[in-house]
């Protein structure tokens, strides 16, 4: 059984800083892409980062400059480091990524979504 625990998450002043992380566990034979999407109140689920598997990544434009994302292949986990936060930042951030089971098997999978507020 695969799956996605992330931590991570809080409360911060806007300008200040968060890191989220999310941790695959279970029997994994590899990890493409992995991702981070969030969630606003009243809006749809949008894309954050991504990262594939040869390292090339991927921002919405409206995080671009202020957020980084970046994996640790040999503990099977990503990061989101989220810098000059501002108040429209704040949403339920998901982390997202396709893993391989078996060299001919991938799956997508989601880690539950943590709270991330950015107010004064």
């Known amino acids: 059984q695969v799956q996605l625990v992330r931590s991570g998450g809080g409360l911060v002043q806007p300008g200040g800083s968060l890191r989220l992380s999310c941790a695959a566990s279970?029997?994994?034979?590899?990890?493409?892409?992995m991702g981070w999407y969030r969630q606003a109140p009243g809006k749809q689920r949008e894309l954050v980062a991504s990262?594939?598997?040869?390292?090339?990544?991927n921002y919405a434009d409206s995080v671009k400059d202020r957020f980084a994302i970046s994996r640790d292949n040999a503990k099977n986990t990503m990061y989101l480091q989220m810098n000059s936060l501002k108040p429209e930042d704040t949403a339920i951030y998901y982390c997202?990524?396709?893993?391989?089971?078996?060299?001919?098997?991938?799956?997508?999978?989601w880690g539950q979504g943590t709270q991330v507020t950015v107010s004064s």
């Open positions: 990262l594939n598997s040869g390292g090339a990544t």
């Open positions: 279970g029997t994994i034979f590899r990890i493409y892409a």
């Open positions: 997202n990524a396709e893993i391989g089971l078996t060299p001919l098997t991938k799956k997508n999978y």
